[in-house]
């Protein structure tokens, strides 16, 4: 074979190998376009979509809430803010730089921003600043081609009309959480209700959020809009509150750091739920810094605390009325039998003293709830005994959850055999029924319950359910009498309570007789608490107890009062918790006597009622 004929062999094949290759190249590559275009053209055209086409939320308008009266307390107003879709975003770290420059954020805000980014999906538009200036709104958008996975947003922001009066029973709106997400499932809004009402009635007041589909250029400047499915809007929410009581209320207690709660007796209408300190929820739900955050947090006076509904409190002397109801049942009293107060009660080598050092002589139960005197509650109590005092105190609903319609509500501690031995592994001792009986030792209650039980007292007997939302048309399940439970006490037992009460507001020797009233022939009844947060010792008392006003602010008593009025045909239950406040007759009760009267001089302040 000659050399040519070889290399032409040669060649020949190397061209069916190249030709082969070519022809399995040019198979591979049909193969693969018609895999794209065929097999895989309904992915690739969602994702071509995806390119062309933004998807959002449109945020459905937050429920607007009113007082009894149609007075407004939480609205909504024109917020300008700005978001950003994470996973849209080609360069987060950059982008966010940028938004810092443009609207001059800080880097404390930017690493906010970057950890709620880090906390929740990608996919989810994520809050980077609101309340814009219009001036910092328009430089936004004029940068937004240069801006990927940012979108500026003409939305509502929520407004307190009377902030820091009710911030602790309306609450406020805040950034949402993972926490939010997994209580309220996959919440399209950005703000979401923290504390109060706007907590407790998240899902009513948000509303359902639509979806908006726009067409976008390469540049990411909308062009079209090509659907829109509309949000429903939240429910208008209104409250049992008189806003204007509300205020009266607030600025009553003033400086203050306690409770006041104005309760319906017929109803459970709660007509004032005041804390103090309080808060200004619009700065809360704006946005505040952290070094103002930490003071309100170590604050003494606890200003984010809602008293009313988590404050725990010794109820003092406002527990003796459920201890003469308990003895009472119990046949171990009888209302004319007179026991001997010497200032001191002995048992089993312990002395337990009378707030009067001199006694109060012969006392009966009505003078005895009058004059506070604790001796007489000390000797009825271990007559009782503790558990006939634990079951007329659950009976009136301490020691267990009201039933309010609002979110973290305290249940408080009604002490007992099996309560001691739970808590402490240990038996319960005599001595612990005695203080139990002025409302002391590890019993502790919340102001919201001291006006239920007050109430239950006016209402010849019957336990009504508080409540701060109007019940809707047609709501068996919160109508008036749904909500009411009847105690079953005699009728002559609470006569004799009721005197005693009566005598404690409107008699000269009883404890609260610097504050009674007398407005369209009506008077207020009552009872007056003083709660020790400190032990007095033996060497104390022998050297003298030291005053209230000579301690530091932390070791004073807490003063209490609990009443209703009118004294006949009772509409209105009220307790006053003021922390360290000294006497509960000095400082309590002239702040419930003060609201009172403002409730029974204005029943023809408002011709429009709400009912149920």
Partial sequence: MSEEFEEELSFSRRSLIIGAAQLGLFGVLIGRLQYLQIAQSETYATLADANRVNISSVIASRGLISDRYGISLAENDRNLSVVIVPERAVDLAATLGELQRILDLSDGHVRRVKNRVRRLPKFKAITVADNLRWEQFAKLNSQLPFLPGVEPVVGEKRVYTYGAAAAHLIGYVGAKTAKDIDQFGDIANDMVGQTGIERSHEEALRGLAGLRQVEVNALGRPVRELSQSPAESGQNLQLTIDVELQKFASERLGKQSGSVVVMDVNNGDILCMVSTPSYDPNQLSSGIDSKSWEAMLVHERKPLLNKPLRGLYAPGSTFKMIVALAALEAGVITPNERIKCSGI??????????????GHGDITLEAALAQSCDVYFYDIAVRTGIDNIEKMARRFGLGQATGIDLSGEKTGIVPGRDWKRANFDAGWRGGETVITGIGQGFLLATPLQLVVMTAALANKGVYVRPRVSVPAAGDA?????????????????????????????????????????????????????TSQVRRITLAERETGVVANKDLEWYLRDHALFVGYAPFKNPRYAISVVVEHGGGGAAVAAPIARDIMAQLLSMPARKAKQVTA
């Fill in 477 to 529: 399940a919160n109508s008036d009498e749904a909500s009411k439970v009847d105690l079953q006490l005699p009728s002559r037992h609470l006569a004799l309570v009721q005197s005693g009460m009566y005598q404690a507001v409107n008699t000269a020797d009883g404890t609260a007789y610097g504050s009674s009233l007398l407005i369209n022939g009506q008077r207020m009844v009552g009872k007056t608490g």
């Fill in 345 to 358: 009660h002995n048992y089993a080598n312990e002395q337990y003293h009378c707030w009067l050092d001199e």
